[in-house]
């Protein structure tokens, strides 16, 4: 839950006012043009970025008021899925998923679990690329694969975690048109089927229509709008983009922490 | 780009020139204070002759000796095959030794090691605990520089005055200023490497080690290992200059023979050496592209 956050970098306003509640299980898209702080959205869900006002509560938890170590928890249990994948190449991508569970993991576990996983594990993360359908790449090494490949590879990641919620920023940015349909479907399927919340930001309207049940529209850091998918209407997205002329910058992309 | 250096750059826009010109008046200044002559490149009389010996047998490297040896001499050029061997022998020592204390140093003295985010860093213990931190990183950076402020050749020439004449001396007197680069360059190796998945880690919940150990090392690891690899290639050159304090490496056979003015010889020595470090690396690039790709 956000309440009435307003978020600042400097002088430039991220997010002004926002006030947002997501339920858990719920599947929703951010829309809106480019700098309308729809990253910086998601990013107060995690506690990377912390509101200059307002509160955010996640899981029954004031992210504020949390010590690093209930904050690692909380985002063990988060999955994040970035634009750009953020894997390490040179490793394969066993490894890569297996990384998705160091926040349970004490240092010495996980050097043992990294090096030499148990049968198990193996099996649990083969199980997941499965399901996102790239089984057979368990042991090549992630710098060849293809772009679409590695974005799913960070997705077995992310649910490896066995996480209570994914958030994913713009996921397909880099994905070409035709798999970004996919690729997008295969989030919102997993969710749907494992009860995941699901808050993924989309710069394409038309596939967070038909694949999302609600829309939240930033504009300019400000809620344009935050309904059932099927009651926004084609004027509302109009006006959503109507300004983009006019939109501000990005937010920064290191935000401080 | 902190918002300081944005600004004195705005405000002087020639700085970069003036930088340069400042470099280049100063080698100047340093060739006039030494009163270099460029024609002093030219020997002179009978060195001259000396020089043109010399280098006239660039061409004919000697295959035998050029002097009668006594029965049961190893011909010369597997007498210049062992010294390879002991030149490698010797910088291998040196350069594990110098990996051996350079890597944990290196760690120690780069940010990714202990960059943390503190998000309450405002308890008591965090405070000191965070200013340890900072005196151990701070600590680590200065020993370095102490490593490496005195030459490979020097130590040697300290330690064989205190430890003697004992292979020990010259291995350790390579491996101390090696380590403190190893771990300067590694530090720098790791500062330099993509964070991005670091820092999905930490959004994962990874504590700072953690991040360190499967986010920042192995997206550094191929440079890293060629550059561990650059640093045995760097101590065999220096194994083989150690042979001119008396180790039988490459460099001691090379000095007796042009102490005995056997020219001959002593490219053949120099030629061994080119191509020892060319096989090196080329086996080196091998190495790295196999882990690249």
């Not at chain 1, 077995?156 to 994913?168: I, N």
């Not at chain 2, 200044?29 to 002559?37: E, N, P, V």
């Not at chain 2, 180790?247 to 120099?270: I, K, M, Q, R």
Request: with cysteine; aromatic share 8%.
């Amino acid at each position: 839950m956000v309440d009435d956050v307003t978020v600042r970098f400097g002088r430039l306003e991220a997010l002004v006012g926002v006030s947002v509640a997501i339920a858990a299980g719920e599947r929703v898209a951010v829309v809106g043009p480019s700098g309308a702080g729809k990253t910086t959205f998601l990013r107060l869900l995690n506690g990377h970025v912390r509101p200059t006002a307002g509160a955010v509560e996640v899981g029954g938890r004031r992210l504020d008021s949390t010590t690093p170590a209930e904050l690692r928890e909380l985002r063990s249990r988060i999955g994040f899925v970035h634009q750009d994948h953020r894997l390490v190449p040179s490793m394969r991508v066993l490894k890569n998923v297996l990384a998705g569970r160091l926040g349970r993991w004490s240092w010495l576990g996980s050097v043992a679990r990294m090096v030499l996983p148990s049968r198990a594990l193996v099996l649990e993360a083969h199980a997941l690329l499965e399901r996102v359908g790239i089984e057979e790449k368990l042991y090549q090494r992630t710098d060849r694969l293809s772009g679409g490949q590695r974005q799913r590879v960070a997705v077995a990641r992310a649910l490896f975690q066995r996480p209570a919620a994914l958030l994913a920023d713009e996921p397909v940015a880099s994905v070409d048109p035709e798999r970004a349909r996919d690729t997008v479907a295969l989030f919102a399927d997993i969710c749907r089927e494992r009860r995941l919340t699901l808050v993924m930001s989309l710069h394409d309207i038309q596939l967070a229509q038909e694949l999302f049940p609600r829309l939240i529209g930033l504009r300019a850091g400000r809620v344009a709008f935050d309904r059932p998918t099927e009651a926004v209407s084609a004027g509302k997205l109009k006006e959503l983009y109507a300004l983009e002329g006019a939109a501000r910058e990005d937010a920064p992309a290191e935000a401080p922490s | 780009m902190r918002p300081g250096a944005a600004r004195l750059s705005a405000r002087l826009p020639g700085a970069r020139a003036g930088v340069l010109l400042l470099i280049l008046l100063g080698g100047l200044w340093a060739a006039a204070a030494l009163r270099l002559d460029p024609r002093e490149l030219v020997p002179d009389g009978g060195r001259m002759g000396l020089a043109r010996e010399f280098f006239g047998r660039a061409l004919t490297p000697a295959l035998t000796y050029e002097a009668a040896v006594p029965d049961g001499t190893v011909p010369l050029l597997a007498k210049a095959l062992v010294a390879v061997r002991t030149t490698i022998v010797f910088a291998a020592a040196a350069a594990s030794l110098s990996l051996l204390f350079g890597i944990p140093l290196g760690f120690l003295a780069s940010e990714g090691f202990w960059r943390a985010r503190p998000i309450a860093p405002r308890t008591p213990g965090g405070r000191s605990r965070a200013l340890g931190m900072r005196a151990l990183h701070l600590g680590a950076r200065i020993y370095i520089a102490v490593l490496r402020s005195v030459h490979e050749l020097l130590w040697a020439v300290l330690l064989l005055a205190a430890l003697g004449f004992t292979p020990v001396a010259a291995v350790v007197a390579i491996a101390i200023p090696f380590a403190g680069t190893v771990a300067k360059v590694f530090s720098e190796i790791l500062d330099e490497a993509p964070r991005a998945a670091g820092g999905a880690l930490r959004l994962a919940g990874a504590d700072r080690l953690q991040i360190f150990c499967f986010g920042l090392l192995p997206v550094a690891l191929p440079d890293l290992a060629a550059y561990a690899f650059y640093r045995f290639e760097c101590a065999v050159r220096s194994s083989a200059v150690l042979g001119f304090f008396g180790f039988p490496t490459l460099g001691y056979y090379l000095s007796a023979s042009f102490e005995n003015l056997h020219y001959g010889e002593v490219w053949t020595y120099l030629y061994t050496l080119f191509l020892l470090v060319l096989a090196l690396d080329w086996w080196s690039g091998r190495l790295r592209r196999a882990m690249i790709s």
